[in-house]
């Protein structure tokens, strides 16, 4: 049962450097998220993507660009990476809509990116 | 200022005691959701709850939300060590799709 896979799980960067984060999800979803997670800051939402062929900015999506490829994948991108983007990076997937607006987000293991 | 705030931020106990968690906001919410997350590992779902004045159990854990819908509340009776985590509530706003987070509470139960 894979559900949410991240790639990569490690990855250290040097500032200005770029980077993508793979994301798939396997239980044909229609929505997708990328959070970053701080330590006592919880999960803050960079970007989702409702459905396929859409994206939205969420709480925190300044130095971030995301693309959903097809239904399984979104992908995070830092296009020039500052130490302030060190975080745990989280994928998300679930399916939303009007009517069935609570079913719950699947989580993928994390991505542990450190800018030096 | 995080639209949701958990309280306490950390909590270390001893196995058998009984502990309840907060999470405030001055916004109301159409639903709040309870995750729990262990280390390296993403969160996981516990509990959604919808009505104002619900409660849910679900086995040990007793969740409420608040009748005006701004608030919530997990309440763990006899803890485990096996409950020691990260525990993060998460609202939704008007039905739709993003969720807020709130900062989290770090539990530890010792044995």
């Known amino acids: 049962n894979a559900g949410v896979t991240q790639t990569p799980k490690f990855q250290v960067l040097k500032t200005g450097q770029s980077m993508t984060l793979q994301c798939a999800q396997d239980?044909?979803?229609?929505?997708m998220y990328w959070y970053r997670q701080d330590p006592g800051m919880g999960l803050r939402l960079i970007y989702y993507?409702?459905?396929?062929?859409?994206?939205d900015k969420g709480e925190v999506p300044n130095g971030y660009n995301v693309s959903r490829l097809n239904k399984r994948e979104f992908s995070l991108r830092l296009e020039s990476a500052a130490p302030s983007q060190t975080s745990v990076y989280f994928c998300?997937?679930?399916?939303?809509?009007?009517?069935?607006?609570?079913?719950?987000?699947?989580f993928g293991d994390g991505t542990r990116l450190s800018i030096l | 200022t995080q639209l949701l705030e958990q309280s306490p931020q950390f909590l270390s106990i001893q196995e058998g005691e009984n502990l309840t968690v907060y999470c405030n906001s001055s916004?109301?919410?159409?639903?709040l959701q309870w995750y729990r997350q262990e280390p390296g590992e993403g969160p996981v779902l516990l509990v959604t709850?919808?009505?104002?004045?619900e409660v849910k159990k679900l086995k040990r854990l007793t969740f409420q939300f608040g009748d005006a819908r701004k608030d919530s509340s997990l309440h763990i009776t006899a803890a485990q060590t096996g409950d020691t985590g990260l525990y993060l509530c998460?609202?939704?706003?008007?039905?739709?799709?993003?969720?807020?987070f709130g900062g989290g509470t770090r539990l530890m139960v010792k044995p």
């Open positions: 998300a997937s679930s399916f939303w809509d009007r009517v069935y607006s609570n079913q719950p987000q699947h």
């Open positions: 239980m044909n979803h229609n929505s």
């Open positions: 998460a609202g939704r706003r008007n039905a739709g799709n993003m969720l807020t």
């Open positions: 709850v919808v009505t104002g004045g």
């Open positions: 916004s109301v919410f159409s639903s």
């Open positions: 993507s409702a459905s396929e062929g859409t994206t």
